[in-house]
């Protein structure tokens, strides 16, 4: 049997983020094996294989820096796919590959996203309590006659857990975790490095019981991070239906197969990444002013033409979708008052070195 949880937030954007709870060794289970793999609707899917927890090694050296943990099950809930059809009914949703969960290759942690047929972005698979009931319905539709039950499991919870210090701070040390029996995940983040780790555990654990060199930190702290490395979460960051996939950095999340076969929404993907012509890409900009500006505003040049759109703000940062041929210009986004402020647009740190030239 193939059990799978999904989470999703109120900031309603969907995120699989998967890990794998089971021995990654064992590509063919033998049938007696139950195999469950947790999908975290704002992006991570892990599978056990006899209730087995897995994480990554846990180091026995005192790490150098502190680290926050952020409390995100405000923004998300649990959804448990289970059933032996459940590897399969995945498979043809999503645009990462499942089998990659077990395979050779040793991942632990899989993000990926759900696309509509136009291969727009639905959902980034961190999946958010807003969008809970929609993710549901849309499993559902392809469900067929699938043996899969889908349920939510609201006795977990899911804790990001960042360096301390200065935002957009990534540092390799892991750290140093105790009470190991009290963890169902703790895995990097399979997007960017930048992004710490992935902690899930029941609700009436405290993390800073596993983590003795941790503090808790709010949500705002959370996303100024986010904001600050470009990296996007939620439906805010992914309008669902109006993002497309490559242009949000799918690629370079880790959060895509070129190789699986089909799933909904593949051709246009497919297409646009053989032909290599990508005109837009979601980065991280800096306002010149903390000012209310409209998401969806407008970015123009110095000229007055269109140079992307304004995704989200917050504090004087945030994403934009921003034409490449127009990255490097002076650029202005309408407020809320119709005037123009200036932002600047940079690229971020952790994209391959071919694309930040």
Known sequence: MFNSCLARGNSG????????????????????????VTFNVSGYCQSTINSKRSFSQVHSNTCSGQYTCHSLTPDRTLLKLQG?????????????????????????????????????????????????????????????????????????????????????????????????????VWEPDPRAAAMGWRLIVNKQVNPLEILPASQLGGLEEYHKHRYTIGLPEGVKDLPPGGALPLESNLVYMNGISFVKGCYIGQELTARTHHTGVIRKRLMPVWLT???????????????GKSAGKLRTSLGGQGLALIRLAQANEPLFVQTSENTLLQLKASVPDWWPKYDKQ
Request: proline share 4%; charged share 20%.
């Open 289 to 303: 002013e903390p000012v209310l500006v409209p998401e969806g505003a407008a970015i123009l040049t110095g000229g």
């Open 13 to 36: 954007a969907a995120v699989f983020k998967t890990f794998i709870w089971s021995n990654l060794k064992c590509c063919r289970r033998p049938r007696q094996h139950h195999q469950v």
């Open 84 to 184: 032996k059809d459940t590897r399969a009914f995945l498979q043809g949703l999503i645009t990462n590959d499942v089998e990659s969960l077990t395979g050779e290759e040793g991942r632990k942690a899989l993000y990926t996203h759900m696309l509509n047929i136009q291969g727009r972005t639905l959902f980034d698979i961190i999946l958010y309590s807003t969008v809970s009931d929609s993710l549901q319905k849309h499993l559902k539709v392809y469900k067929i006659r699938r043996k899969v039950i889908i349920e939510p499991c609201t006795d977990l919870s899911l804790w990001a857990v960042l360096p301390s210090g200065q935002l957009g701070e990534s540092k390799t040390a892991v750290p140093k975790v105790s009470g190991s029996d009290q963890i169902l």
